[in-house]
């Protein structure tokens, strides 16, 4: 365990961007229920990432509410804090991936659109602008963001994340639970997961106009007189 003092200044600086993030999605209401759970690599070799705490109110989230965990998913050193069980899929991306961040938020566009596409095996955005923020710059380009079952068995959550992750795409939707998307940086991560929300929120009301030739949201009626 001492292997991993050296990390103690990094664990510091990786709390405060952990914290930083929290609060921002916070502000946008993505982390609602001391859901979600955001974590930042420490170390490739062996690989080590520092994790949100199972339990706390993401919302309020404080320095020492992180904890430095190993490949297995094990503290590095002694805590009374424990990992989320979903720390096991930030491990398996970061062992699949170049990821130097990920970040997991439930939101309800998230929720709509992995049920509203569940059955395609994936959702398809195209031609956005804001797919250039998921680092995809080519004209006119579609991507296919995967949509896997929500098991309760994290383990096999994990592994089927794995299988499906497609390395061109930074993000992967469980079915009515949110989202995990990553980046090489913090900064980037964040970017991703913005986008993704951005694109599920239009893809949502787009196809909610279309299906029904109305807008889905109510209008408020136009002042009566008095
Ligand atoms: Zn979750």
Redesign the pocket.
């Known amino acids: 365990m001492t292997d991993y003092q050296f990390y103690q200044e990094d664990r510091i600086q990786i709390a405060r961007q952990l914290k930083e993030i929290a609060d921002n999605f916070t502000q946008k209401g993505w982390l609602p229920a001391t859901?979600?759970?955001l974590s930042i690599k420490l170390s490739d070799d062996p690989l080590v990432f520092g994790v949100t705490a199972s339990g706390k109110d993401k919302e309020s989230l404080q320095l020492d509410d992180i904890l430095a965990v190993d490949q297995e998913c094990k503290p590095i050193e002694p805590t009374r804090l424990r990992p989320s069980a979903?720390t096991l899929i930030h491990s398996k991306i970061y062992q699949l991936t170049d990821a130097g961040s990920v970040l997991?938020v439930?939101t309800v566009y998230n929720n709509l659109i992995s049920e509203l596409y569940f059955h395609e095996g994936n959702v398809t955005l195209s031609q956005m602008e804001l797919i250039k923020g998921l680092g995809i710059w080519e004209e006119g380009a579609v991507i296919e963001v995967p949509i896997i079952e929500n098991f309760a068995d994290i383990p096999r959550l994990a592994d089927e994340i794995g299988n499906r992750l497609d390395p061109r795409v930074p993000g992967v939707l469980i079915r009515k639970?949110?989202i995990y998307a990553w980046g090489r940086t913090p900064f980037e991560a964040k970017r991703h997961v913005e986008a993704l929300e951005f694109l599920f929120h239009y893809q949502f009301l787009w196809v909610s106009v279309t299906r029904n030739g109305s807008l889905p949201l109510a209008v408020p009626p136009i002042a009566t007189a008095l």
Do not use: F, L, P, S
């Open positions: 859901a979600g759970n979903e997991h439930h639970h949110g």
